[in-house]
Structures are given as structure tokens and as C-alpha cells.
């Protein structure tokens, strides 16, 4: 509207104006009355050069355009996050020169100490390698023996020794070629009747033998089964030996002496024999006999409930580990077999030596 009101007066003709025709009082005759505003800005118009009411004219527009713009613009609230890094300071690091420390040598004094013997306790369980092993003809020597140890050895061993000298020296104990590890063992020899005829001296020329190999860090306990227990004494002393005895040579001298009184009796039961032996709690049991026991099973009954050992881990393992050993004479090989297996040991049946 504003737009036409204002080309409005430019489109109209004007009539071109005689000087001399004209005058005032003929105009307010011929035209109308016109208001003083619209006669104001006709004469502003026609003063007014042409460039400048295009330029107007152009603002105008301008100004209609942008406000038409501005008013399509979404009136959401917009969300501007702004961020920014802060320039703090860094802080350099400073270089520390070496300092060299002037340290006086110490002199370290030297100990002296005495070496400390390690025993070495060996194998204690080998029995179930070889649960029988005759002992080659030619006599009694232990060069004549093999054990289940020496079969082990050949089988582990560098150079086919493996463990078959675990058991000289501190390592452990040897009886008629039967090995087992530890420090601690009870000899256990039938001396009934049936042992006579050589059979008893024989046997006990070989548990001497054995008692001497052992050393001095390791001990020994004997006893003799009949009817009774003959437990080991040392004379002049009329009571047993309450435990084993180291292996000393003054031991050893003393039981050899106790040894040489044994008398040989009737029966052969190694209930009593056997309990103290299992009580003791040594490293191994050695039992030599030449025959049947005669005490109606009642050694492997006790072995049975006395002799065993539970663990939640490794399951039942025996308390004590017993090796037996028949000699001369083959009757008792079913017990002897049947203790061994059952308690970690070894049997062994020792042939009579060919004349």
C-alpha cells in the first residue's frame, strides 16, 4: 500500500502548464480542492531526481525481504556448547646431574660354619615293582641280589643306574638285596623251630650285616618272634630297649651280643612282634620268616585297621611301609605276598644256597 501510494502520483499525467494561461483564481475554478499533504509530496517528487527515488524504492524492498526472512526463522531455543582449552602452564623438567657417592669399602667378616650331613630318605614305597624275585643260586652275597630298586633304576636312570644305590650309606637300609629309604628301621626274624638247621644263624649273619651298613645319623630296633617277642636288650640291662637305637658301633656291638643269646621256640606268632614295630613309627618294617604264621590272621587283621592312613588328597596309604621276605622255604609266600602289596613293600624269596 505504501508502495502504490507513493508511484501513484507518478503515474498520473500531468498536463503541461501555460504561463500564460494560468493563473491562480482559474486552478481553485478547474481542480479540485486537494489536501495540503498530497500537494506537499507531489511538489517533493517532482523535485526529487529520479535516482534517488529508485534507490528508495530498492531500500524498501531490501527492507521487506528481510523482514519476511527473519520471520520464518525457527524460534527453538538453540544450544550452543562453547569449550575451550585452558593454557596452563607446563612445567618443565629439570635435569638432575649425577651425584657420585663417595662410599667407603666394607670388609665383610667371614663365618666359618660347620658342613650339616643331609640324609637323604629315599624311596620308601617300591614294593608293587616286583612283588616276587627269587635270589640267583650261587649263596647269599648281596652282590647276588637284585632289587626292585635296581629294576626302577635301569628303567629311570642315566646310563642304567638310575636309583639303585639310594639305599648304601645314609639313604636307607638293605636286607637280603630288599631295599627301603629312611633313617629309621625294625627288623623283625622269625626264630622258631623250624629255623634251626642252620637256616637261623644264617639269617641272623645277614641282619648284621645289614645293621652295620647303616650310619651313625640313621637307628636299628630287632626283634625275634615265636611263640613271644624277644625285643631287643642291651646286657647287662633286663629290659628292652624302649625305641630304636642309633647306629653306632658300640650299638651295634651290643646288639650283636644280645643276638648270640636267642634260643629258638615253639610257634611262630608276629602279632606282638609286629604291633610294637607299627607303634614305633619307623621308615620301614622288615619281617623274615621261613614258614606259616600260627596266629589265625590276627597280624593282618590288626594291620588292617592300625596300619592305614586316609587323606582326602592322596586317598589311603599305609602308615608304615612293610616289606617281607621268605626264607629257605616257600609255605608262607601267600601271607608274606599279600602283607607287602597291601603296605608299600617289596617280598622277596631268599632260595636255600646250593652246596
Given amino acids: 500500500k505504501i508502495l502504490r501510494d507513493l508511484l501513484q502520483p507518478?503515474?498520473?499525467?500531468m498536463s503541461p502548464i501555460d504561463d500564460k494561461s494560468f493563473s491562480p483564481a482559474a486552478a481553485r475554478e478547474d481542480e479540485p480542492i486537494e489536501r495540503a499533504g498530497t500537494l506537499s509530496l507531489r511538489r517533493f517528487l517532482a523535485k526529487t531526481p529520479g535516482w534517488l527515488i529508485s534507490t528508495v524504492v530498492h531500500l524498501v524492498l531490501f527492507l521487506l525481504l528481510a523482514i519476511c526472512t527473519f520471520a520464518t526463522v525457527d524460534d527453538s531455543a538453540k544450544v550452543f556448547v562453547l569449550g575451550g582449552v585452558a593454557n596452563e602452564p607446563v612445567e618443565e623438567l629439570m635435569e638432575l646431574e649425577p651425584v657420585m657417592l663417595d662410599a667407603e669399602p666394607v670388609e665383610m667378616e667371614s663365618i666359618s660354619t660347620e658342613a650339616i650331613a643331609v640324609v637323604d630318605p629315599g624311596m620308601a614305597n617300591l614294593g608293587?615293582?616286583?612283588?616276587?624275585t627269587p635270589v640267583a643260586d650261587g649263596g647269599l652275597s648281596l652282590d647276588n641280589f637284585d632289587s626292585t630298586t635296581s629294576e626302577i633304576g635301569l628303567m629311570m636312570g642315566e646310563s642304567g643306574q638310575g636309583m639303585t644305590d639310594f639305599a648304601k650309606g645314609?639313604?636307607?637300609?638293605?636286607?637280603?638285596?630288599?631295599?627301603?629309604?629312611g633313617r629309621k628301621f625294625i627288623f623283625i626274624v622269625d626264630s622258631s623251630k623250624s629255623m634251626n638247621g642252620g637256616k637261623f644263624d644264617a639269617a641272623c649273619e645277614e641282619l648284621m650285616y645289614a645293621i652295620r651298613r647303616l650310619s651313625n645319623e640313621q637307628f636299628f630296633y630287632i626283634i625275634f618272634f615265636d611263640r613271644d617277642a624277644a625285643r631287643m636288650t642291651f646286657l647287662p640291662n633286663k629290659e628292652p630297649e624302649p625305641r630304636p637305637v642309633r647306629a653306632t658301633a658300640a650299638n651295634i656291638r651290643l646288639a650283636e651280643q644280645w643276638v648270640r643269646t636267642i634260643e629258638l621256640e615253639l610257634r611262630t606268632d608276629p602279632f606282638d612282634a609286629v604291633e610294637f614295630a607299627v607303634k614305633a613309627l619307623p621308615d620301614a618294617i622288615y619281617i623274615l620268616t621261613d614258614g606259616k604264621f600260627t596266629d589265625r590272621g590276627m597280624t593282618e587283621r590288626w594291620l588292617k585297621k592300625n596300619n592305614k592312613l586316609e587323606d582326602p588328597i592322596d586317598g589311603i596309604y599305609p602308615k608304615v611301609v612293610i616289606h617281607t621276605i621268605g626264607f629257605w622255604q616257600p609255605d608262607g609266600e601267600p601271607t608274606l605276598t599279600a602283607i607287602a602289596k597291601e603296605y608299600g613293600g617289596t617280598y622277596r624269596f631268599v632260595p636255600r644256597p646250593k652246596k
Fill in 128 to 132: 608293587e615293582m616286583a612283588s616276587f
Fill in 10 to 13: 507518478l503515474e498520473e499525467p
Fill in 170 to 181: 645314609a639313604g636307607g637300609a638293605e636286607f637280603f638285596g630288599v631295599k627301603a629309604g
